[in-house]
């Protein structure tokens, strides 16, 4: 059974981090925090992944690192910003 995924953010040096948090039905799963290479968006890679690992009974947050994807920071796409 997939759950629809929340949609989460928090601060991180001045900047907005945001991800999905996918939920597993078993609400004392363990958790799995994920964050995409500097090459990708987590959208482009690790959402498809975390959805898996949810299904199989994990609990999993997909987050785009600064300055990617949906996360705040500029300038965007730069590493180590």
């Known amino acids: 059974m997939t759950i629809e995924p929340e949609y989460l953010e928090f601060e991180s040096e001045g900047a907005t981090l945001r991800g999905r948090f996918h939920k597993s039905v078993a609400p004392d799963a363990p958790l799995v925090v994920m964050a995409h290479g500097f090459s990708a968006t ?10 898996r ?3 199989a009974g994990h609990h999993v947050f997909a987050y785009d690192h600064r300055n990617f994807g949906t996360s705040d920071g500029e300038p965007r796409f730069a590493v180590g910003q």
Do not use: C, G, T, Y
């Open 53 to 55: 690992l949810s299904d």
């Open 42 to 51: 987590a959208h482009m890679s690790i959402n498809a992944f975390a959805l």
